[in-house]
Nanobody, 126 residues
Framework: QVQLVESGGGSVQAGGSLRLSCAAS????????MGWFRQAPGRDREGVAD???????RYTDSVKGRFTISKDNAQNTLYLQMKSLNPEDTAMYSC????????????????????WGQGTQVTVSS
């Protein structure tokens, strides 16, 4: 079992920044793959960024150069630093854990993840 709790969402103006956090418990955090996903109203959940056990990160094209995913194994915490936010980034952001390793060969595939947090809302106004 893995428990995930996100925090750090909020409302910002376009061009602003936010840092999301995801506190994990119940598993060996350093050995699992983690990801951030988002879902806007009326749209499918999409993968934003993921990071594997050795720290290699992948990003969806729309956030490359603006978002940075990282993990602190000592604190069992996953982060998503978001800069230059725009209204298209408005969504519910959720962190997820892949304890089976399926995401290695399936970048940002939501069905490769088996544990999910409740999410934190990010709203970007123009």
């Amino acid at each position: 079992q893995v428990q995930l709790v996100e925090s750090g969402g909020g409302s910002v103006q376009a061009g602003g920044s936010l840092r999301l956090s995801c506190a994990a418990s119940g598993s060996t955090f350093s050995s699992i793959c983690m990801g951030w996903f988002r879902q806007a109203p009326g749209r499918d959940r999409e993968g934003v960024a993921d990071i594997n056990d050795i720290g290699s990160a992948r990003y969806t094209d729309s956030v490359k150069g603006r978002f940075t995913i990282s993990k602190d194994n000592a604190q069992n915490t996953l982060y998503l630093q978001m800069k230059s936010l725009n209204p298209e980034d408005t969504a519910m952001y959720s962190c997820a854990a892949d304890t089976f390793g399926g995401s290695y060969s399936r970048p940002l595939a939501k069905d490769a993840y088996n544990y999910w947090g409740q999410g934190t809302q990010v709203t970007v106004s123009s």
